[in-house]
């Protein structure tokens, strides 16, 4: 078997090692390196993948053009079952004759003569984690970090070890890192000393649950007819909202469950709070959207008629804003809801008919400018209407959205 420099075969025979730790390689294993030889693939193919490390070799004069024109083209591209099928049965072949863990060490070193592209290297690693994940000891969930061990056979492990060794490649860095992009939310989000355990019981909804805050902050986002924002957002809203809510309880484990099982119930909560809506102010409201497309079509102006149809629709929001309020009733569950409605709208991106802008003129150039509003008139509206449910005074309210502006409570 020929295992040119930097080739896919190179890269896969590394994989192919540390899946071979328990000195076989299953299908589910080898159906994984397929996909995996294909993503390789693709990730090398990617137009962008070097953009930033070229653009900066040559602000600072680190190309060698000399080099760079001398250097062998890397030709990277997926392989076939039956390349992968003989790579296999050489990687066994070869495994079968090393009698400790020296041999062991010097068969990975040698696999790794032939992958001498750094990123290339990073790839191996992170990809023979994921391949010997195929056939795992316990499903991977997206909450928590979990031991490696409980997934991966210890003899996988330890070939992965001592291929990233002869890699030089931190092994310990790089799982530690491999496990945090894992979860289905942003890790920063934690606060020293918190910890995130997966929840197997149903998702809580109704009265002050953190799936009815991140409701009114869906209802507050949508007031402006406006919504655009998708299930990763709902998620991690979700995630900071469950963070706050543990820290209003002095709690340092946020229990947590699976997007999946989070996913379903979020979208139901955007259909239900969509079927709550007035059903006139809908209908109305869809019959001019209808219209509207037509008139883009044609490239007709904007027909102040509709007006009427977006304010109604608007209104309907802060109808049933104000009902779903009423089920925050945990007085330290108030500032949380306004925050992440703020942190929603602000998110939303309001590229229809929530797009405002606030004209001002540049004293320099004297020319007129557009800033585009993060947060619409609507949207602030429906904060207003928050803010007065909860009877926040002027001062608090004050610090609170000077916090919300300059980050203090994150963002999405």
């Not at 075969?9 to 159906?31: H, P, Q, W, Y």
């Not at 890397?74 to 990687?91: G, M, N, P, Q, Y």
């Not at 290339?120 to 195929?134: D, E, H, K, N, P």
């Not at 490649?169 to 020293?192: A, R, V």
């Amino acid at each position: 078997m020929e295992y040119k420099q930097n080739s896919m075969e190179a890269a896969m025979r590394c994989i192919t090692f540390t899946l071979a730790g328990d000195k076989k390689v299953s299908e589910e294993e080898i159906a994984y390196a397929l996909n995996t030889s294909e993503n390789l693939e693709n990730w090398y193919a990617n137009p962008f993948r070097n953009l930033f490390k070229d653009m900066f070799a040559g602000m600072f004069g680190e190309a060698d053009e000399d080099e760079q024109e001398d250097e062998e083209e890397i030709v990277f591209e997926a392989i076939s079952e039956e390349v992968l099928l003989a790579i296999t049965k050489d990687v066994l072949s070869k495994i079968s004759k090393c009698n400790n863990a020296a041999d062991l060490k010097a068969y990975a070193a040698l696999c790794a003569s032939s992958v001498t592209d750094e990123d290339i290297a990073g790839q191996v690693i992170r990809f023979s984690l994921y391949t010997c994940g195929a056939d795992t000891l316990s499903p991977w969930v997206d909450v928590g970090i979990q031991p490696i061990s409980t997934h991966i056979e210890k003899n996988e492990i330890r070939n992965t070890k001592y291929m990233a060794s002869a890699l030089n490649i931190d092994y310990k860095s790089f799982e530690e890192s491999y496990l945090d992009g894992l979860t289905f939310y942003n890790n920063s989000n934690l606060e020293e000393g918190e910890t995130v355990i997966l929840d197997e019981s149903e998702v809580a909804v109704g009265e002050n649950s953190a799936a009815q805050i991140l409701k009114i902050g869906l209802i507050a986002t949508g007031s402006d007819c406006d919504f655009s924002m998708g299930l990763d957002t709902f998620l991690e809203a979700y995630f900071m909202i469950s963070c706050n809510i543990a820290r209003s309880k002095g709690e340092k484990t946020i229990k947590m469950h699976t997007s999946e099982a989070l996913g379903e119930v979020l979208i139901g909560l955007f259909k239900e709070f969509q079927g709550q809506l007035d059903s006139e102010a809908t209908e109305n409201f869809f019959a001019m959207d209808h219209l509207r497309a037509q008139d883009n079509e044609e490239d007709l102006p904007w027909n102040p008629e509709y007006d009427a149809a977006i304010e109604g629709f608007s209104e309907a929001h802060h109808a049933l804003l104000k009902e779903e309020l009423k089920l925050i009733t945990d007085t330290k569950l108030r500032k949380i809801t306004y925050q992440m409605s703020y942190l929603l709208t602000k998110a939303d991106a309001d590229e229809n008919y929530g797009y405002q802008v606030i004209n001002h003129l540049d004293i320099f150039s004297g020319e007129v400018e557009q800033d585009k509003l993060e947060i619409t008139g609507a949207e602030q509206a429906s904060l207003d209407i928050i803010a007065e449910h909860f009877n926040f005074d002027e001062d608090q309210l004050y610090g609170m959205n000077q916090k919300l502006e300059d980050g203090h409570y994150g963002s999405l």
